[in-house]
T-cell receptor, first 113, second 112 residues
Framework: DADVTQTPRNRITKTGKRIMLECSQTKGHDRMYWYRQDPGLGLRLIYYSFDVKDINKGEISDGYSVSRQAQAKFSLSLESAIPNQTALYFC????????????FGPGTRLLVL | ELKVEQNPLFLSMQEGKNYTIYCNYSTTSDRLYWYRQDPGKSLESLFVLLSNGAVKQEGRLMASLDTKARLSTLHITAAVHDLSATYFCAVDTRGSNYKLTFGKGTLLTVNP
C-alpha cells in the first residue's frame, strides 16, 4: 500500500464550488505539505503543517485553506474554486529526525470550469 | 527570498551520451534535493546532498554539491531511454523554516 495517498485522484468542478482534497499518510511523519504544480512553474507551496497544532501559509495560500485533522491527515480546501486553480496538487510528508526528504503522494488533477 | 534556477529547462539527448543539469540557488542552503517525475506521475526522491563537496551516485546519475558556488549538478552518464523524465532540484534552509523551494524542472528526453 502507498505511504501517502490522495483523494480524489481526478476532479472536475465548476467555478464557485467548494471542494476538498484529502491526504493521508502511514509514514508516521509529523510534517505535511500541500503543493500545486503548473506547467513551466515547478512546484509551489500552498500550506504546510509541522504538527497537528501548527499550520503555516506557504508561497501561494490565497484562495485555499487547510485542516490537519490528525497526524496522518491533512486536507486542502478551495472555498470558491476559480479556473486559475486548475492544476495538479500534491501532498507530501517529511520526517524532521531524518534528512527531511519529502515523500509525495500520487497527486490530484483538478479542473475548474 | 530563496530562488532556485535550473538549466537547461529542456534537454534532448541521444542514448549513450553524457550531459549535466545545473541547479543554482541564491542563498546559503542546508540541504539540496534532486527529484525525478515521470509524465503524469508523482515525484520520486533521487538524492539528498547535505554538505559541501557531497557526491552521490545511483546508476547512471551522479549528483554533487558546491555550497560555496551555490551550485549542484546532476550528471547523466551514457543516457538510456528510461532516464527520460523531468528532474527537479529543491533547496531548503534553516532561514526558511526548512520549506523546500523548487526549481522549474528540466525535461529530459533521451532518444534512441
Amino acid at each position: 500500500d502507498a505511504d501517502v495517498t490522495q483523494t480524489p485522484r481526478n476532479r472536475i468542478t465548476k467555478t464557485g464550488k467548494r471542494i476538498m482534497l484529502e491526504c493521508s499518510q502511514t509514514k508516521g511523519h509529523d510534517r505535511m505539505y500541500w503543493y500545486r504544480q503548473d506547467p513551466g512553474l515547478g512546484l509551489r507551496l500552498i500550506y504546510y503543517s509541522f504538527d497537528v497544532k501548527d499550520i503555516n501559509k506557504g508561497e501561494i495560500s490565497d484562495g485555499y485553506s487547510v485542516s490537519r485533522q490528525a497526524q496522518a491527515k491533512f486536507s486542502l480546501s478551495l472555498e470558491s474554486a476559480i479556473p486559475n486553480q486548475t492544476a495538479l496538487y500534491f501532498c507530501a510528508t517529511s520526517d524532521p529526525a531524518g534528512e527531511e526528504t519529502q515523500y509525495f503522494g500520487p497527486g490530484t488533477r483538478l479542473l475548474v470550469l | 527570498e530563496l530562488k532556485v534556477e535550473q538549466n537547461p529547462l529542456f534537454l534532448s539527448m541521444q542514448e549513450g551520451k553524457n550531459y549535466t543539469i545545473y541547479c543554482n540557488y541564491s542563498t546559503t542552503s542546508d540541504r539540496l534535493y534532486w527529484y525525478r517525475q515521470d509524465p503524469g506521475k508523482s515525484l520520486e526522491s533521487l538524492f539528498v546532498l547535505l554538505s559541501n563537496g557531497a557526491v552521490k551516485q545511483e546508476g547512471r546519475l551522479m549528483a554533487s554539491l558546491d555550497t560555496k558556488a551555490r551550485l549542484s549538478t546532476l550528471h547523466i552518464t551514457a543516457a538510456v531511454h528510461d532516464l527520460s523524465a523531468t528532474y527537479f532540484c529543491a533547496v531548503d534552509t534553516r532561514g526558511s523554516n526548512y520549506k523546500l523551494t523548487f526549481g522549474k524542472g528540466t525535461l529530459l528526453t533521451v532518444n534512441p
